[in-house]
């Protein structure tokens, strides 16, 4: 396996621990005080369970190495975990809404609310540290599934934070409707946050280019190395989970020798590695004054320059 893949599991593992924890708290609180919210609250948690124990297995079967069935490794399995907890998400926000609606219509006393809400509290903390730390991790090793469980977690805050709110007013005011009322507002933006991780899963494993701003730094490395006999056109790049990887054609004089050119796009190479560590360069060598050499762009190549797209002294307007 890839040892600093092999790594985040215990990331993984950590957000399984918190899930238990906060599950046995939220369940706790609900026993206590017959919240709808603090009901539904402890369901999310229930599927931060189940996401974690997807997220885990995701990590180990990333963190294989290639193999001649899997010539470029297994990263996109990262994408197939945000894709399940988005829908995990859109599951669990369903129950929530339907809880709440019939809560709503049919009314009941609450007990032991501020029992219920010194427990949620800190289940609320621990998933939001739980939750940060998984983000930050996830973003430092580019983990699509630490980034998806942590915002997860996240999410449960927001849900925790809309319950305690609902359930200290109904406490205040004795207004038992409102309970129900914010529950429903809570699961419509567990929804919206459902909706952002399937969609950042199905671009994943669309292929989607790189960032912006990492494209940019690509780019800026190539137009350094552009001179009056080199060139680049054709460029493209991609995102599968934790790796990145971009291809261009490098176009040099057609009299340079074999061990020039190799030198030449060797050394490209080694740049775009070193601004972007990790990323899997593949250059295609052709020569500059050939026109055939500007007759195989791909499609949906990213600009580098002008006029570059056409062989040297072409009419550009």
Partial sequence: MNTNRTQLLRYAWLSIAAAVATITLKAAAWVYTGSVGLLADAAESLVNLVAAVVALIALKVAAKPADQTFSFG??????????????????????????????????????????????????????????????????????????????????????????????????????????????????LNIIYVGIGLVSE?????????LPDEENERIIEILRRNTTGETRFHGLRTRAAGHLRHASVHVLVPGDWTVQRGHAFTHDIETQLQHALPGIEVVTHLEPVEDPESYSDMPEGQLPIDDGLDLPPGADTN
Avoid: C
């Fill in 201 to 209: 899963a199905a671009q994943g494993l669309l292929d989607r280019t």
């Fill in 74 to 187: 297994r990263a996109k399995a990262e994408y197939f975990s945000a894709a399940v907890e988005g829908l995990m998400i859109f599951a669990a926000a369903g129950w929530i809404l339907i809880t709440s609606v019939e809560r709503f219509l049919k009314p009941q006393p609450l007990d032991n609310l501020g029992l219920g809400l010194v427990i949620s509290m800190v289940a609320a903390v621990l998933n939001g540290v739980i939750g940060l730390v998984l983000i930050r991790t996830g973003k430092q090793h580019r983990s699509a599934t630490l980034v998806a469980d942590g915002k997860h977690l996240m999410t449960d805050v927001v849900t925790s934070v809309g319950v305690l709110v609902g359930v200290g007013l109904v406490m205040l005011t004795g207004w038992e409707r409102l309970d129900p009322i914010l529950g429903f507002a809570v699961g």
